[in-house]
């Protein structure tokens, strides 16, 4: 472990958050004014910090105690469970992944940016990346789109499609709004379900942006433990002046930060009510500014009921079993507290493999274990729904009882904190006793909801009846990211038809979302609201477009078939050998080029 939080904080937290704004601010014509070759300068560096930084158990130990999946922050992992090491593992294989991919791109794009302002001198050519350079123009049910890619996410086995809009006569980086690039800085305000989030999210501002300024982290109160990490990351730039770091101070504090006259962009992973909050603070202290102007200033990535839509058509019993699993993963991941966790599942009324998939829904309900429900009012929220079903005699609330995750090798630390996963059933669209409630409202807790939409189950189905459904925000909440699902001999005409319609950020197809959040933003794509969702409800602007595709729309990410193995799967992999190959994967240079050179790199 790096320090203890405690100790390292007592002893590096000197600067009062007013003096750090100060300093910050002070450098950010410095800092916008950079060349190219010092960014990519300090993106090598960071990753020569990342093994020390994100290599180390530390954090992902303290991270088991805020999962409640330990008892101490202080808690060593010799002493958890076998199950506990494993969730260990997949969540440092996910940071490292996430955080090591989105650096090489990033110097990927630089060096190639360096590359073309040589070449303008010389006249040579040069050659673009993957997702600049494979590019194909389709006309798909009327819409003009330029599909970039696919690429490869290795090692995910999924590939990566990043949509734009082809019919627009101006070509923009849509997927942001417009900050001043005057001065000032950002301010990042950390996530609190997940670790990795400060990190992307500081990296995102800093290099993705484009008005790019310093930047001050607020770590979210539940993960300071993320201060002596972030130290040691981005310590070459926190040397220069152009990024600092606070613990949470509070309400009272975090509106004064808001409130000053250099933060210039707010950049949030969270709550849409949060969201509204900040704007409101941020235009009572700057009445000189319009609504528009305010709003401009504010980047983030709130939530969503994420569906899972299912086609209707004929599926093998492994096909059926594989989307049930893929589900309750994604609701029992986390504790059900992720952006892009699983909470609707819409079929088909008159599929005629209905009741069948909901008898394998709940089964593998009983079979996934469950982990501890951690997150600060994600109980509540989920009662608060359930308490809108219960009393339903002809649909009643199911809570299928499965395995808890172990939480130490000495067993159990108290069993308030679980929490099995609520089953409710909306009934059919349009019927006089439909409830949509849990639809329109995001549990980011252990609740799924199951809906049923009349009408023909033809080829017509989702054009006219699912798409258009979920598209409504009346209907269900938020434009993040869905789940597709379909049988191997379904129409693919059809499927990439609903894909070009749905007004998602990311659309997974025969896949959970989950690989489209860390393939899409570690190798080019993008990650949020819908740009066609003037709702708002799942943020404003987009992270990640890496290599800035102008008039992006949405990513799209696919599994290699709906059969192929979940790798997200707590019961398959050994977690020394998970942790073990994440480290030696990701901390070697070129890895993947050094998995697949074969005989050529022995010749060199």
Known sequence: MISTTNDYLASNTNNTWEEKVEILSSKSQAFQSLSLEDRLELVDAILLNAKASLGNDGMYEQEMAVLKLSPTLESSSSSFSTEVKRILGFNKYGTVFLIMNTLWHIKKKLKYEIARQNAKESGNSVKKPVLLRKVKQEVIDGKQINIHGPVEIFPVFHK???????????ASTATYKKVDDSGGICLVLGGGNQSFIALYDTIHCLFNHPSTKPVLIKHHPLRPYLYPICAQLFAPLIEAGFVDQIVDGGMPETSLILQHPTVQHVHLTGALSTAQAIEKTMAQSRPDKSEEEIQSMITSELGCVTPFIISPGRYSRSELRMTAKHIVTGKKVNGGSNCNCVQAVILPQGWAQKEEFREILVSMMRKIPTSPCYYPGSKSKVQDIVNKYNGNTERPVLQPQSKRVQ????????????????????????????????????????????????????????????????????????????????????????????????????????????????????????????????????????????????????????????????????????????????????????PFRSCFRGRKSKAN
């Open 407 to 590: 939480r130490n090798s000495a067993g159990g630390i108290g069993d308030d904190d679980y929490l099995q996963p609520f089953l409710v059933d909306c009934g059919t669209y349009g019927d006089p006793d439909y409830n949509n409630h849990a639809l329109t409202n995001e549990a980011f807790g252990p609740l799924l909801a199951l809906v049923e939409l009349p009408g023909d189950v033809g080829d017509t189905y989702l054009s006219e009846t699912a798409v258009p459904f979920v598209n409504n925000k009346d209907n269900i909440y938020g434009s993040l990211s869905c789940s597709l699902i379909y049988p191997k001999k379904y129409d693919k005409d059809i499927i990439r038809a609903a894909t070009a319609n749905l007004n998602y950020g990311c659309i997974a197809l025969n896949t959970w979302s989950l690989y489209g959040f860390f393939g899409g933003l570690a190798f080019g794509g993008t990650w949020g609201g819908s740009s066609m969702d003037p709702s708002g409800q799942s943020g404003s602007g987009f992270a990640g477009n890496i290599f800035a595709i102008p008039n992006v729309t949405k990513s799209v990410v696919s599994s290699r078939s709906l059969t192929f193995p979940l790798i997200y799967d707590l019961t398959l992999i050994p977690p020394k050998f998970l942790s073990g190959f994440a480290s030696s994967l990701y901390f070697l240079k070129n």
């Open 160 to 170: 990566l499609e990043v949509w734009s809009d082809a019919s627009s006569t101006i």
